[in-house]
């Protein structure tokens, strides 16, 4: 499929190979452990990197596969390696490139279990995260040590709402040597593509908008392919251009952790990713429209004390946004604020449609108070520096009539 097409288009039919499926216009689910080899030559070969012929379903899949390359086209990335979650994703590409004794630094506003990975898992291996503000350009260059590796950023910050600037930090990352790695799941490639602002890795959870209905757990992690490896911070990394070369970290990611820490991705969860993301850009277009209304709705409401939404002109994140987004929108997800916990509670026990779970970018519209759930066992100064407070409701809006989600919305407000 040619790059000129509209992403529209492009997501519905990049990377379909139908005349190699008999037809098919879905990819078969290649439900098989492992694949035969017609020879001992051939499987050799295949060991060696030389065929790409598939050998066990923990290295590659043929299903799997076919996401991979239709997510690596999607980011405008040169590769892609699809996990089993999120988190498998962002951990196999952190730890292909970290060692004891190593840094790096990241914005703050983090997944929650991201954030536990950063701080509390990998300190256990005498790695340090060192956290700034992921808005603060200059106190993120400040923490640039000779002993970081990377920066990493998320380009939806989650609660908070902010937004970093990702071609600035891109350029800072760079001119100390490093790559930037981004996860983008909250924007999505329909809305914001790191890598053509200068990110060198992108990471999703595929969980949330990109499958898109709550079916099918996974992650991937993409190769911009066009960070130099071969400067002086990573020694380590000569292998991999030797076999690789521009897919050197993604080699890595693979050959070193994913295949052997096993975070094998399902085929049926590829494929359900697939059937997904045939509808993205019209399930994002409602999803940011809604969401700018119900952000309209609340701020008129007497009982919400305060709203963060990067679509909102009061967002410091605001122009950031405009800038690095499409210009169709601001995301589907905001934060705000009632007067405390209980009356938080009163709200979201008083909700008749809107669904309380702990997920985001679903079809349906997602209710969750972070810091009683997600939050709960960190401790308070934590919690602030994260901006989890009690009074904090997190909304991810659906793509229901949004006359219906702020009828629910109203209903609740009325008797809190
Ligand atoms: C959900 C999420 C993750 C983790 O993904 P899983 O698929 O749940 O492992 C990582 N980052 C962000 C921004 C997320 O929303």
Redesign the pocket.
């Known amino acids: 499929m040619s790059d000129k097409k509209d992403f529209r288009t492009r997501v519905i039919h990049e990377g379909l190979h139908p005349s190699e499926w008999q037809g098919a216009t879905l990819p078969p689910i290649c439900q098989s452990a492992s694949h035969l080899h017609e020879t001992a030559e051939n499987l050799s070969a295949t060991f060696g990197g030389k065929t790409s012929d598939h050998i066990y379903l923990r290295l590659t899949n043929p299903t799997n596969r076919v996401l991979e390359e239709k997510l690596a086209l999607l980011e405008s990335g040169k590769g892609a390696v699809v996990m089993?979650?999120?988190?498998?994703?962002?951990t196999n590409a952190c730890m292909a490139l970290l060692r004891t004794g190593d840094e790096f630094v990241s914005g703050n506003s983090?997944?929650m279990?991201?954030y536990i990975l950063f701080n509390n898992i990998f300190k256990k291996y005498g790695i340090t995260a060192r956290l700034v503000e992921s808005t603060d350009l200059a106190a993120l260059e400040a923490a640039i040590t000779d002993k970081t590796r990377f920066v990493y950023l998320?380009t939806?910050g989650?609660p908070k709402m902010d937004v970093p600037n990702l071609a600035e930090t891109a350029r800072i990352a760079h001119r100390h040597g490093l790559p930037l790695l981004v996860?983008?799941?909250?924007a999505t490639p329909y809305l914001c593509r790191p890598l053509e602002l200068g990110a060198d890795v992108v990471?999703?959870?595929?969980?949330?908008y990109l499958s898109g209905h709550g079916d099918a757990?996974?992650?991937v992690v993409i190769d911009g392919g066009n960070f130099d490896w071969q400067q002086g911070r990573f020694p380590d990394m000569k292998p991999f251009i030797d076999r690789k070369g521009p897919l050197a970290f993604l080699d890595k990611v693979w050959r070193e952790h994913h295949i052997n820490f096993g975070t094998t991705q399902a085929p049926l969860h590829s494929y359900l990713t697939m059937i997904g993301l045939d509808t993205l850009a019209i399930r994002m277009e409602r999803h940011l429209e809604n969401c700018a209304r119900v952000v309209d709705f609340l701020a008129a409401r007497p009982e919400v004390t305060w709203i963060k939404y990067p679509g909102r002109l009061d967002s410091p994140s605001h122009l950031t946004a405009k800038a690095q987004f499409n210009g169709m929108g601001f995301g589907g997800i905001l934060s705000f604020g009632l007067r405390d916990q209980a009356q938080c509670f009163s709200f979201i026990n008083g909700l008749k449609m809107i669904y309380h779970l702990a997920?985001?970018?679903d079809c349906k519209t997602l209710i969750i108070h972070p810091s009683s759930s997600q939050y709960l066992s960190f401790d308070e100064p934590t919690k602030q520096s994260l901006d989890i407070t009690p009074d904090l409701i997190r909304l991810s809006v659906g793509i229901e009539a949004v006359e219906d989600i702020c009828q629910d919305l109203a209903q609740s407000l009325d008797r809190i």
């Not at 990471?203 to 949330?208: F, Q």
Request: negative net charge; without cysteine; aromatic residues 4%.
């Open positions: 089993a979650s999120g988190m498998a994703a962002i983090l997944f279990s991201t998320e939806i989650n996860d983008n799941t909250l990471i999703h959870s595929t969980t949330k757990p996974g992650g997920n985001l970018g």
